[in-house]
Each structure stands twice: as C-alpha cells, then as structure tokens.
C-alpha cells in the first residue's frame, strides 16, 4: 500500500527522515505502518478536555491494534464558559481558524496518512472538522463526551450556565447568597462538555451526523466507560479507512451536510451550527448562499423530534439514554440521504440497522416524525432591511408567543454596555436590547450575547423583551433573540443606522426582521456614518478583524482579492 508517510520514509534516500522519528523514540517497525495522528486539545482548562489524555491512549491501543503507528501532538483549546462577557471572548471564534491552520501544518509538515481529532467544545470540533475538510485525508472526530447534570434548580438539572441565570436571580432578589454559592460548587459535577445542547454539543452531534464520528459517539457521558470503548474502536476504524484510502472529503459531500442539517432543525441545535457548518462547507467549495438555501429549505421541512435543554429540561446524558444522534436519524430517516458513507465504513442506512440501543426509548426527549414536538423551524433563516445577507434564530428555545414581536430600540455599542444597563434595570417590558459592533469584523470575533440573555431571563423579561445582534448566542440561550445579523454595523450594515426609540419587529413565521424607518432615513443616516475604529490592531485580533468575511459566509478567515 502506497502512503503519504511512505513517500518520505523510503530508504535510502529519505534515511534522515527516519533517523529524525528514531531520535524521537520510533522503531524500524514503527516506520513500516500507516502514521496515524492523533491532534488532541487536551489541557487542564476545559472541563470538556481534561478526559482526553485518558481517552488518547484508548486511541493509541486501537491504532496499534489495527496496525497503524501512532504520532500524537497537541492543540489549542480555548473555553467559552471562561471567555463570556470580557474581552477573552474575541478570541474565541478567531480560535477556530487558528485550530484549522495548526492541524493542517502539522499533518501537511509531517505527511502523516491519517487523523484522529479529539475534541469536544465549541469552536474546537468545527475548527477539527474544517481541518479535515481542507486536508482531504482519512479523518476520524472523536469527542471525550458531555457532562452530568448538576443539583436541581429552577425546576430542572443545573449546569454551568445556571450561575448567569442565577446572578439575575440573586440581584432581583429572588434567591439569596447562600442558595448562589452552594449553587456555584454543584452546577458542574464532572468533566465534560457542558450538560445543555450548546454548541459544544451540537456540533459533535453534527459530526456524527455527516459521519464523521462513529455511530453513537456524540452523547455518550465523559465519565461513561464506554467513552474509552470508542476510542478503541476509533483508532481501529482510522487505519481501516487509511487503508482503503476514504478520505475526508468523500465522506463530508453536501449530501452529508444535508444530513447534518436535518438533524440541527429535528433537534433543536445552537444557532452557532449555521456559521460553522458554512466554514466546514466552504473548504469544499460551497458557497455561503448554497448553505443559506439549504437551511431554509431544510427547516421548513423537518418535525422537531427531540426535546432538551434549554428547551426542556432533558439534558445530555438524558439525550444519550433516550438513544441520542441514531435515534433521532432513525426517526427522520426518510428525510436523509441514506446513502452517505460514514467513517465506520458503512453508509448512514447500514449503521442505523445495525445499531444497539443500550437504554430503552424516551418518547419526552426523542420522540417520532408522526408525533414530533413541534412543526416550526427549529432554526430560521431572516431577511429584511435589519438583515439584507441574513440572521439567525432558534424558534425551538422561543415561546411560541414571542415568535412574532414589535418593540423599541434600546441600542448598545458592546456586549458589556448591555449587560450593564439590563442589571441596572434600565430594560423595559417591550423593548429590543440591540447589541451591535459585535460581528466578525467589529468585535472582533463575533463575541457570544451569552450573559446579556441570560441576565435578561434572571430580570424576569425573557418572554417581554427581544435581544438582536451582529454577535452570536451560546446554544444554550432562550427568550427572543436574533443573531449573525449581516452585513455587520462595522461593515456599514443596516444596523449601524439604528437608533434609541426606533421600532424594530420580528416576525420568525415571515422570516422578517424589520427596522420600521423609511428607507430614505435609512440610507441618509448611513451616508453619516463613520467605520468606529477597530478596537486591535496588533496580534491575531487585528489580523482577524482584517480578514474575516460575513456571517453569512461562515466567518472564514479570506485573503483580500
């Protein structure tokens, strides 16, 4: 079999390649075998990572198992949770790129065969899965698993951002000091990814949808062992695909992003979904307006089937139980391209027949296309003079009450100014909290309105007030909230224009966001206005805040033309 290793470890004439991976600890052996990399962001940061040392050497024994040699290095990861509400969060999605360009220099440096990327969290997984978009190599995702729920509060299992709604609480005077402590030392009990279906989760539940994961290995518990049986199986499913030469970019087509995106509307999926799914799709060539089609499409087509926080109060491991990602396929299978093939080696109708449910069926988490939990888009595309490119939104975590709502401007410049006034309590029943000079560009990093949202549930004003944004949400969010408005205000967007007291309405069934201004106003005072400075200039952020495209393309970082 003819390898990418191979190709620069033949003797004689590549003897100094062998001797540089000879001096690192590599046997005669070792040299002879698919070089399989194992890109880990492992680190002691991030609860969602802190397991994966453990779950790297179950991927090691299966790589050796299978016959392959094993080359691990390390990977960037950075915390959402620990970024929110301070400037760390402009690093945030600028990671994801930076996660994308490490990987491919050093499987690209080293000619490595294979991958197996091991990750978990928000912008990691799709920062792994554009690598392996881009690099075009045998490509295996594996995550290290959600965490447990927390104590029970407000009616449901806590977890990390329970503490957000729960500082509202306390300076409403709804709960006292002594309920927020305890609450801080019991909201996140173990490793993992965050218990909710946030966008960590979602998007290691879109790998295993485009079959990019092994079946089933979306969900199952950080602290579960079978976490350390995939991993096994992992490493023993990477070498087979580099034997049989599948590559990424066979298994990644849009037919398995079509599947993906069925699986985000059926379940209720993170808003964030629509940027990183077009950033994975923009390494094979399809365009943002392709994928904005196909989630409008889509949405408009696919029953929700499962429920769970922050819609309900089911979380991760609830979702696991209930039969997590094949459950939920199997329940819209005939929406699916069933053909797609799978990094298992098999297609997405071959693992689904074949898969063993270890906890029996829960039709309050996952229940059938024939008695889904709702017929509206679980995310919606909007349009309108607010949003010319398009926005986002999640009407799965909107009361259905709020999916159409008219209210007056209250405009902030930062997300900090906004959280500000909203503990202050100088937000009002019926207004619109408009956060702009958030996006790609003028954040920059498109920072999260995570404690903005969570701050207006805890004041008691998420079913009486709306939150939009050029920013992005966490997926843990709910209330009324539109984001990834484009073009941005730092790009002369529409939303640069608004004002203090104008009337803005959304209308999620129409698919509007309108600023009720006449276009002429419109347009003159956007001939007035001046592109605020940009608030980096030197590092990554100001190389960021350069090269970013729009929202609606996915965020991607694009060299000037």
């Known amino acids: 079999m003819t390898t990418r290793s191979g190709d620069i470890l033949g003797k004689p004439e590549w003897c100094f390649n062998r001797s540089v991976y000879k001096s690192a600890g590599y046997s005669e052996d070792d040299l002879e075998r698919p070089i399989i990399g194992i890109a880990n962001s492992w680190n002691d940061l991030v609860p969602g990572h802190t397991n994966l040392r453990q779950v790297a050497e179950h991927v090691r024994k299966g790589i050796h198992m299978a016959g392959g040699t094993v080359a691990e290095f390390g990977v960037i990861a950075a915390c959402d949770?620990?970024?929110?509400?301070?400037?760390?969060?402009?690093?945030?999605?600028?990671?994801?790129?930076?996660?994308?360009?490490?990987?491919?220099?050093?499987?690209e440096a080293h000619r490595l065969d294979g991958i197996v990327l091991l990750g978990s969290c928000d912008k990691i997984v799709p920062g792994m899965l554009i690598a392996a978009a881009r690099l075009r190599i045998p490509a295996i995702l594996l995550p290290g698993g959600p965490m447990l729920g927390g104590v029970e509060f407000d009616g449901r299992k806590s977890d990390l951002t329970t503490l957000s709604e729960g500082l509202g609480m306390l300076?409403?005077?709804?709960?006292?000091?002594?309920?927020?402590?305890?609450?801080?030392?019991?909201?996140?009990?173990?490793?993992?990814?965050?218990?909710?279906?946030?966008?960590?989760?979602?998007?290691?539940?879109?790998?295993?949808?485009?079959?990019m994961s092994l079946p089933g290995a979306a969900l199952v518990p950080g602290v579960y062992n079978d976490r350390f049986r995939l991993g096994e199986a992992t490493g023993q499913a990477i070498v087979a695909l580099v034997r049989q030469q599948?590559?990424?970019?066979?298994?990644?087509?849009?037919?398995?992003?079509?599947?993906?995106?069925?699986?985000?509307?059926?379940?209720?999926g993170s808003t964030n979904a629509v940027l990183h799914l077009s950033a994975i799709a923009a390494e094979l060539d399809i365009s943002g307006a392709q994928m904005m089609e196909a989630y409008d499409r889509l949405s408009a087509s696919t029953p929700q089937v499962a429920k769970v926080n922050p819609a309900s109060k089911y979380d991760m491991e609830d979702f696991y139980k209930a039969g997590g990602v094949p459950r939920v396929m199997q329940a819209i299978l005939p929406l699916l391209?069933?053909?797609?093939?799978?990094?298992?080696?098999?297609?997405?109708?071959?693992?689904?027949?074949?898969?063993?449910?270890?906890?029996?069926?829960?039709?309050?988490?996952i229940n059938t296309m024939e008695r889904p939990f709702g017929n509206q888009k679980g995310l919606a595309i909007l349009r309108g003079n607010l949003a010319p490119q398009t926005a986002v939104t999640k009407p799965a975590a909107i009361d259905p009450a709020m999916h159409v709502f008219r209210g007056t401007a209250r405009v902030f410049d930062s997300e900090e100014a906004a959280e500000a006034a909203i503990l202050d309590g100088r937000i009002q029943a019926g207004d619109v909290v408009v956060i702009r000079y958030e996006g790609p560009k003028g954040g920059p990093g498109m920072r999260e309105m995570f404690k903005a949202m969570k701050y207006i549930y805890g004041m008691g004003l998420a079913k009486k007030t709306a939150l939009i944004t050029d920013g992005r949400f966490s997926g843990t969010n709910n209330g009324c909230f539109v984001g990834h408005i484009s073009?941005?205000?730092?790009?002369?967007?529409?939303l640069a224009a608004v004002c203090d007291g104008d009337r803005i309405s959304i209308d999620i069934p129409k698919g509007l966001l309108q600023l009720h201004v006449p276009d002429e106003e419109i347009a003159a005072r956007l001939a007035e206005w001046r592109r605020p400075p940009p608030r980096f200039t030197r590092g990554y952020l100001g190389i960021y805040s350069r090269l970013a495209s729009s929202a609606a393309d996915g965020a991607v970082l694009r060299a000037p033309a």
Request: charged residues 20%; glycine residues 10%; proline residues 5%.
């Open 81 to 107: 949770g620990t970024a929110q509400g301070h400037a760390g969060m402009h690093f945030i999605l600028p990671s994801r790129d930076l996660i994308a360009n490490d990987i491919e220099v050093m499987v």
């Open 171 to 211: 300076k409403s005077g709804r709960i006292d000091a002594a309920t927020y402590g305890d609450l801080e030392e019991s909201c996140g009990p173990t490793c993992g990814s965050c218990a909710f279906y946030g966008t960590a989760n979602t998007m290691c539940c879109m790998a295993e949808a485009m079959g």
């Open 246 to 268: 599948v590559t990424a970019d066979k298994i990644i087509t849009f037919s398995a992003l079509e599947n993906a995106i069925r699986v985000l509307m059926a379940t209720g």
């Open 337 to 365: 391209h069933r053909d797609c093939l799978t990094v298992s080696g098999a297609s997405v109708e071959e693992n689904l027949a074949g898969y063993r449910y270890k906890y029996p069926a829960n039709p309050d988490v």
């Open 487 to 494: 073009p941005e205000a730092a790009d002369g967007g529409p």
